[in-house]
């Protein structure tokens, strides 16, 4: 009964109409009446290539052994998966078959409504889905303008058709997904772009209409506007999701339909506007709704985030390139906050934060940099949103000289600073060479992901210390499919083994966590950060059980006090997940990663057990995903408690700077100027400390 009261509440939050329609939408998969919106066509394949078409070898002023190795792979029928596992699909591409298990689709030949997305006998449709994104086309167009190697022309020309051919309109998996065909869209139109670029710097900013193709223009027009058709013709359900589902299915529809206007004396079709106006109305909209006034995405994942921010970008450029009318002046001052986000949530080394989802999603493979590296993704954005870029002119610009061409650099850079992003529920604490992440939210409409109320994330010196989990796969094998959402796979603090909310389905969290920052102070002169938040995951009633985190820096030393509070004995267990490598124990208790000048110390005022997990088969090991399809065992410090009230208290030093605790005077000292007292845990306390003067 429990779960059903907290299910109500749940849809209530999320809103009536949005589910109404969800229900509406299985409804007409079920009944058949989608299918009959959605026809069937073959395309005439015959004389589809045009063999003559041919473009000069490019100038290009970055290293070329990344791009021709991976073309070089594709060439023998090698695609990297998420863009880092290489399978092995053949040439022509078997577009049906996952190369790392051997499951095929056997309804390859039903229409899309009547095929089930997540098929035991599938398993995770996403090794389907990946080579059809045609992520590869880029790559092969890159690779084909810089080297002139007809190989790789003849390559991308093959596989275009094959895949047209081998996957009719609206039959078969690969139809399935509108953002799917969304993606799959825009990278045949970036190829495009990239095989007709000039090699004069900067005259892609003149709107000149892309006028030579390597497809007949008959398979051409049939394949963007087939894709236009599926797109709009369910693009509600993807607004229904409130994530990037829509933004990327407007971007499909605003960027195809520009392009079938700016080529009207050749293909006059009435639904071109139609399509450019409905993605046009969409991304204004949903702009305005999913990205907060801080720059937060409503998904809550860092590497969806950079998928919104990729997908802007693209429209930002076919927008200015074919000279078509500007957004909104909120359109563009909400992208600029977005980029600001995702900023803020990287290491100088380009590297950031596993928060959230993370399923390989890079949409657009425009450079030869790792998928982990945000730096090309921050680049392109700054140049989409503002016409100039940060970074020196390096390989992280890529993208940029495939797209906009010429670009101004800046060395106004904005200095990283302690923050708090209170609309997405994100403390930033900045240090010299250290920096830390601290996550509180307040689910309201846009459902969570991960149960990971109060996780704290920190980096030194570009190392990840304590770290987030990432996803592996979306649909996996038991314990798998649950482990890295859960709270145990975050740096927090977990009761009775329990999550911070309910899990009922795949994607759907009951029972959204609510936190609450309570206070929150920084100094530059004295160089400081001190916040405190609190969450009610477990529960505030007579078993629930108050989870209270304060964090404090100084300098590049850290201490985290967490304060668990009920009215009856639970079992709660703190974890802090470890960079890997060899990680051992001092006698004062201090945990300490060989070679690095980081320790970790976590003192209890009342009993408990911690302990190091660095075994494999410890069942208290840690584990994270940081490319999708791949997991790996991480060290884990756990503490183990069973009582009705306890504190840990976590010490941190990095640089040398570690903070001391003294038990009898309840104070932690960082240095002479700055030490703070500590009040016993009490519910009704107004603070955890106070800093003392």
């Not at 078409?53 to 594709?74: I, Q, Y």
């Not at 009207?264 to 702009?287: A, I, N, P, T, Y």
């Not at 403390?427 to 459902?447: C, K, Q």
């Not at 069973?642 to 976590?650: A, M, P, Q």
Request: hydrophobic letters at 35%; charged letters at 25%.
């Amino acid at each position: 009964m429990r779960r059903k009261v907290l299910l109500l509440q749940t849809v209530w939050r999320i809103g009536l109409r949005r589910v109404g329609y969800v229900i509406w939408y299985r409804f007409s998969l079920k009944s058949g009446l989608r299918k009959r919106w959605f026809r069937t066509v073959h395309c005439n394949n015959k004389d589809a290539i045009d063999i003559g078409f041919n473009k000069e070898k490019m100038e290009f002023p970055f290293g070329e052994v990344e791009l021709m190795t991976e073309a070089d792979e594709l060439c023998a029928g090698h695609i990297r998966y998420f863009s880092h596992l290489s399978g092995d699909v053949g040439d022509p591409s078997d577009w049906f078959c996952n190369p790392f298990t051997g499951q095929d689709v056997h309804d390859r030949k039903k229409h899309w409504t009547e095929i089930t997305v997540y098929d035991e006998a599938v398993g995770d449709i996403k090794y389907i889905w990946e080579p059809s994104r045609f992520s590869w086309a880029p790559v092969l167009a890159r690779a084909y303008r810089v080297s002139g190697n007809e190989k790789y022309l003849q390559l991308l020309q093959n596989w275009a058709v094959d895949w047209l051919e081998m996957n009719p309109v609206n039959i078969g998996p690969n139809w399935m997904c509108g953002q799917e065909c969304s993606i799959r869209l825009m990278n045949l139109l970036l190829t495009l772009h990239i095989l007709n670029r000039s090699n004069s710097p900067g005259s892609e900013a003149k709107g000149a209409v892309i006028c030579e193709f390597p497809w007949s223009r008959e398979w051409l027009f049939f394949f963007i506007e087939e894709h236009l058709r599926r797109i709009a013709g369910n693009i509600y359900y993807a607004i229904s999701q409130q994530n990037n589902h829509g933004t990327s299915e407007a971007a499909g529809l605003y960027i195809g339909g520009l392009f079938l206007l700016q080529h009207q004396d050749e293909f006059k079709s009435r639904l071109s506007k139609h399509f450019l106006q409905l993605g046009r109305k969409w991304l204004e909209r949903l702009v305005e709704k999913l990205i907060y006034d801080d720059g937060s995405f409503s998904q809550h994942s860092l590497n969806y985030h950079r998928v919104l921010i990729d997908t802007l970008s693209m429209v930002c450029f076919w927008n200015r390139t074919f000279k078509d009318s500007a957004f909104s002046d909120r359109f563009y001052k909400r992208f600029r906050e977005s980029i600001r986000w995702l900023y803020y949530m990287t290491d100088d080394n380009g590297y950031g934060l596993n928060l959230g989802s993370n399923d390989g999603a890079l949409l657009f493979h425009l450079t030869s940099s790792d998928y982990r590296d945000f730096r090309p993704c921050l680049e392109f954005a700054r140049c989409a949103s503002e016409n100039k870029c940060f970074l020196k002119r390096c390989s992280h610009h890529e993208a940029i000289f495939w797209t906009f061409g010429d670009y101004k650099t800046s060395s106004d850079i904005e200095p990283r600073i302690s923050k708090d992003f209170s609309d997405g529920g994100y403390i930033y604490m900045r240090g010299v060479l250290a920096w830390g992440m601290l996550r509180y939210t307040n689910y309201n409409h846009h459902h969570p992901s991960h149960a990971d109320a109060l996780n704290f994330d920190l980096w030194y010196n570009g190392i990840n210390i304590l770290r987030d989990s990432g996803s592996y796969s979306y649909n996996c094998e038991t314990p798998w499919d649950n482990y890295f959402v859960s709270t145990k796979a975050h740096n927090t603090v977990g009761v009775d083994d329990r999550d911070q909310m309910i899990k009922y389905s795949r994607f759907l969290w009951i029972n959204w966590t609510k936190s609450h920052l309570r206070y929150n102070e920084n100094s530059d002169r004295l160089d400081f950060d001190h916040c405190e938040v609190e969450h009610y995951g477990y529960g505030n009633g007579k078993r629930g059980v108050l989870h209270r985190r304060a964090v404090v820096r100084c300098g590049d030393a850290w201490a985290i006090v967490d304060d668990l509070i009920g009215s009856e004995p639970h079992k709660l267990c703190l974890r802090w997940r470890l960079q890997p490598g060899k990680w051992y124990a001092l006698p004062d208790g201090r945990y300490v990663l060989d070679n690095s000048a980081t320790s970790i110390q976590v003192v209890s005022i009342n009993s408990c057990d911690i302990r190091l997990a660095t075994n494999e088969d410890d069942p208290d090991i840690g584990w994270e995903s940081l490319y999708y399809g791949e997991r790996h065992p991480i060290p884990c410090i756990v503490s183990i408690a069973h009582s009705s009230k306890h504190r840990w208290i976590t010490l941190i030093g990095c640089n040398g700077i570690k903070p001391e605790y003294d038990p009898k005077e309840m104070i932690i000292k960082f240095n002479d100027k700055i030490s703070f007292n500590l009040f016993p845990p009490n519910i009704n306390q107004e603070h955890q400390l106070k800093r003392h003067s």
